[in-house]
C-alpha cells in the first residue's frame, strides 16, 4: 500500500497539482493586468479631467418661450418590483420628484407583486401621486413569465409609451435625486449615437454592519473602476439594471428585453453594444440604494450575478464573433475583457487558487509557488480595489477574507451557468429592509442552529483549517497563519454570524 500510495502520488498527483498550480499563475497575471489597465484607464480620466460632458455634448434642457415645456422630450419612468414592500414608497416619491414638466413625463410602475396587502399599498401611493399632478399609473400581469424582463418588455408594449423618446429604470429600492432627468437626458439629445446613460450606486445603508462595508467596498470598485474606464475607453459597459435611461428606438432595434437568462440588463447591454450604440457612464452623478444587510439574501443575488453573466457568455460568444457592426477590437473587449476574465476567470482565481492550492500545497512541499503570486500580486490588486472605497482601507483584511468566501458561491454560480444546470434561471427577488431597521420594535425572526449553519461554508472551513494543522505541524513556511484567518472567515459564515 505505501509503494502504491508512492507511486500515485509521484505519477497522477504531483503533476496534476502541478498543472494546476501553473493554471492559476497564468490567471493570477491576467487579472493583474486587467485590474491595471483599468486603472491605467482612471488616472488618464483624473489627470486630463477627461469628463463625459467634455467628450460629448451636453447642454441645460431650456423651456421655448413660444411652446413652453412641449420642446423637452417625453420620458417614460419604469419602477418595477416584486412583493417591495419595505421600499415602494420610498421609490415612488423619489421618482414622482423629479425636476421634469410633467406634461412631459410618464410614471409607469412595472407591477408584479402577488401580496395583495402591497398591492394595495401602491394602488394607494399611486392615487396620491395622481392627486398631486403627476402621470403615474400601475401595468400589472397575471402572471410573472420572464420575471424582470418579461414585465418590461410588456409595460413597453402600451400604446402611451409610443410617444415616449427616453426611458429611465429604477428599481424599488432606488432614489435618485431631483436633478437626475435633467443631467442626464441632454447627453441623450444631443449625441444621437448615445443609446444610454447609467449612473453611479451609493449606498444608504452601508454602514449597517461589517458585511455592507465589505459590499460598499467591491461595489465602489466595479462603478468607479470597471464602468468608468469601459465609458472612457470604449463607450461600453454592463447596464446595471437601474438607475440608468436608455434611447427607446435602441432598444427596440436590439431587439427589447430578452429573459434568456437572469440577467436581462446585461444581455440588453450587449446586443446594443453590438448594435454600435455608444453608452455613457456618470460617475460624479449618485443615486442612493440599499445593500442586502441579510447574508442569505446577498448569498442569492451573488449567485444570480455570476451564474447570469456566464451563461450569457455561453449563448452570445459567437453571436459577438459573427458581428458585422462593431470593430475587431471592441469584440476582443467584450468576450475577453468584459466577459472571461471579469465574470468567470477572476472568481475562480480567487476561490480555486486561494482556498484550494494554496492550502493544498501544504501537502506538496516539493511543488514551488512563486511568492509573487500569493503576496506581491495580490496585494496590488488589492490597493487597486481598496483605492475605490478610501474610508474603508483599515478593513482590508477583512474585505480579503470575506470575498474569498463569497467566492465560492460566485465560482459555483459560474459553473451553473457555462455548464447551464438546474439552477441556471433561478430567480430571487433580493430582500430589502428599506426603513424597517431604523423602527425600534423590529420583530426578530429567531432561528434554530441548524437552520443558521451553512454547510458549504463550514466544510470548506474544515479543509483549509486541517491544511492550517498539518502546515503548522510538517511545514516551513508562515503560510498557516493565512489558512487558519481564512478558515476562520468561512467558520463565521458558515455558522450565520454574518450580517443582520
Same mark, same amino acid.
Given at each position: ?5 508512492? /507511486? ?25 493586468? &486587467? ?21 460629448? /455634448? ?7 418661450? &413660444?411652446?413652453?415645456? +412641449? ?78 424582463? %418579461?414585465?418590461?418588455? &410588456? ?21 435618485? &435625486? ?88 446585461? +444581455? ?39 451564474? %447570469? ?33 471579469? /465574470? ?18 501544504? @501537502? @506538496? ?27 474603508? @482601507? ?76 498539518? %502546515? ?21 459564515? %458558515? ?6
Amino acid at each position: 500500500m505505501q509503494y502504491l500510495w508512492i /507511486k500515485t502520488r509521484s505519477v497522477v498527483l504531483v503533476p496534476v497539482f502541478k498543472c494546476l498550480v501553473v493554471m492559476c499563475l497564468v490567471l493570477s497575471i491576467i487579472v493583474f493586468f &486587467e485590474s491595471f489597465y483599468m486603472n491605467f484607464v482612471i488616472l488618464f480620466v483624473k489627470l486630463f479631467r477627461r469628463k463625459p460632458h467634455k467628450v460629448y /455634448k451636453w447642454e441645460a434642457m431650456l423651456a421655448d418661450v &413660444e411652446v413652453g415645456p +412641449d420642446n423637452y422630450p417625453m420620458v417614460l419612468i419604469q419602477i418595477p418590483m416584486y412583493n417591495e414592500k419595505e421600499v415602494y414608497q420610498l421609490s415612488i416619491a423619489a421618482v414622482c420628484s423629479l425636476v421634469w414638466p410633467s406634461s412631459r413625463l410618464v410614471v409607469q410602475v412595472v407591477d408584479d407583486s402577488t401580496d395583495p396587502d402591497v398591492r394595495e399599498g401602491v394602488d394607494v401611493e399611486i392615487a396620491k401621486w395622481q392627486s398631486q399632478g403627476i402621470n403615474i399609473r400601475c401595468e400589472r400581469r397575471d402572471n410573472r413569465n420572464g420575471y424582470k424582463a %418579461g414585465a418590461m418588455k &410588456e409595460a413597453l408594449t402600451h400604446t402611451y409609451v409610443k410617444q415616449c423618446d427616453f426611458v429611465a429604470v429604477f428599481d424599488a429600492d432606488f432614489q435618485p &435625486e431631483p436633478d437626475y432627468l435633467t443631467r442626464t437626458i441632454p447627453f441623450l439629445v444631443h449625441n444621437p449615437e448615445v443609446a444610454l446613460v447609467q449612473a453611479r450606486w451609493i449606498f444608504v445603508n452601508a454602514d449597517k454592519c461589517l458585511m455592507t462595508r465589505m459590499q460598499e467596498m467591491s461595489l465602489n470598485y466595479h462603478f468607479k473602476v470597471e464602468q468608468e474606464s469601459g465609458s472612457t475607453r470604449h463607450a461600453f459597459f454592463g447596464f446595471n439594471g437601474t438607475a440608468g435611461v436608455w434611447r427607446i428606438s435602441a432598444l427596440d432595434a436590439a431587439g427589447g428585453w430578452k429573459s434568456r437568462t437572469t440577467v436581462e440588463d446585461m +444581455d440588453l447591454a450587449v446586443r446594443v453594444g453590438l448594435h454600435g450604440w455608444k453608452f455613457v457612464y456618470l460617475n460624479d452623478l449618485t443615486v442612493r440604494n440599499e445593500l442586502p444587510s441579510k447574508f442569505k439574501a446577498y448569498r442569492f443575488q451573488q449567485h444570480r450575478w455570476s451564474c %447570469g453573466p456566464a451563461n450569457l457568455f455561453r449563448k452570445m460568444t459567437m453571436e459577438i464573433i459573427h458581428n458585422k457592426r462593431v470593430s475587431v477590437w471592441k469584440k476582443f473587449y467584450v468576450i475577453y475583457s468584459f466577459f472571461f476574465v471579469r /465574470k468567470v476567470a477572476v472568481h475562480f482565481l480567487t476561490f480555486f487558487f486561494y482556498c484550494i492550492v494554496v492550502p493544498t500545497s501544504v @501537502f @506538496f512541499p516539493e511543488i514551488y509557488i512563486p511568492s509573487w503570486s500569493t503576496i506581491y500580486v495580490p496585494s496590488l490588486i488589492t490597493i487597486f480595489h481598496t483605492m475605490a472605497t478610501p474610508r474603508s @482601507f483599515y478593513l482590508v483584511i477583512f474585505w480579503i477574507l470575506f470575498e474569498n468566501v463569497m467566492a465560492m458561491h460566485r465560482t459555483k454560480g459560474t459553473w451553473i451557468g457555462l455548464l447551464e444546470g438546474g439552477r441556471v434561471n433561478e430567480w430571487v427577488v433580493t430582500e430589502k429592509l428599506g426603513d424597517a431597521l431604523k423602527k425600534k420594535l423590529l420583530p426578530v425572526q429567531r432561528k434554530s442552529c441548524y437552520q443558521r449553519i451553512n454547510s458549504k461554508e463550514v466544510m470548506v472551513g474544515v479543509y483549509i483549517l486541517g491544511c492550517a494543522l498539518y %502546515g503548522l505541524i510538517y511545514g516551513h513556511t508562515w503560510l498557516h497563519f493565512y489558512l487558519f484567518l481564512q478558515a476562520t472567515a468561512f467558520f463565521v459564515s %458558515g455558522f450565520g454570524f454574518v450580517g443582520t
